[in-house]
């Protein structure tokens, strides 16, 4: 989380603070309101996705939309204002951790040895994986006795996925075919073609470096908030003045 404040007496906004004050008792505080909540908006509309496409290979760009919201700016004291942009909790529980948890990784930069890594495929044109090829344990064999050979010919026979054990760690399969050939002196070969769906971490841990995609897109609208509250001042004084005609 990056927190920023927004300063109105700098030499950039103190002309117009001294405006809104004298102008009414309400003036002030509802540019200021407005300038925060105009930020956060600013960065749930673009802000964050922008800089995560520029530090991070982003897959889904509506995953950004979908998961971020806004919390506006409230009251009347200035002190006391504060307007949030960010990722939100609105998916249940167990989603929003695994949002969350993937978000500061990429913040802060993590490692993960949890779960399993999704394959090429597993996944569709844009590099993401396809809702059909989600880890269902229902459509995997249960029944893991045997050889490679034996679950390869069950798991075929079923219709199933299985796992096999790789120097890599364990991986999940699928079965494409199975061919039986013959041999001389009637010994024969038997040739599996499978095809490897994901992989679990626990030998290669994942690795997200830090990228501070969401600092640096709290930094580049913080140097918008001066244009924001030039333009919610603006709005004060033309409501007066049409009050006034």
Do not use: C, W
């Amino acid at each position: 989380m990056a927190n920023f404040q927004f300063n109105v007496n700098t030499d950039a906004t103190i002309i117009l603070t001294a405006k809104l004050e004298r102008l009414n008792k309400t003036a002030f505080p509802n540019a200021v309101r407005s300038t925060l909540s105009d930020g956060a908006f600013a960065m749930k509309q673009g802000g964050i996705l922008a800089s995560a496409k520029k530090n991070m290979k982003v897959k889904n760009e509506n995953f950004f939309k979908a998961n971020t919201g806004v919390v506006k700016a409230r009251g009347r004291n200035v002190n006391q204002m504060e307007a949030i942009s960010g990722f939100t909790n609105k998916r249940g529980e167990k989603a929003n951790k695994a949002v969350n948890y993937g978000m500061e990784a990429n913040e802060f930069g993590d490692t993960d040895d949890s779960g399993l890594k999704y394959y090429p495929a597993t996944r569709g044109s844009r590099g993401m994986v396809k809702r059909s090829q989600y880890f269902d344990r229902d459509k995997i064999d249960s029944d893991e006795s045997g050889n490679f050979v034996k679950k390869a010919f069950r798991a075929k026979k079923k219709g199933k996925l299985m796992f096999a054990n790789t120097r890599k760690g364990k991986a999940l399969i699928k079965i494409k075919s199975i061919n039986k050939r013959k041999g001389s002196r009637g010994k024969g070969s038997i040739k599996i073609n499978s095809q490897l769906l994901m992989m679990d971490r626990t030998q290669k841990k994942a690795r997200a470096k830090a990228t501070h995609f969401n600092r640096e897109a709290a930094l580049t609208i913080h140097k918008k908030m001066d244009e924001f509250y030039a333009k919610n001042a603006q709005f004060q004084f033309d409501r007066v003045l049409k009050s006034t005609i």
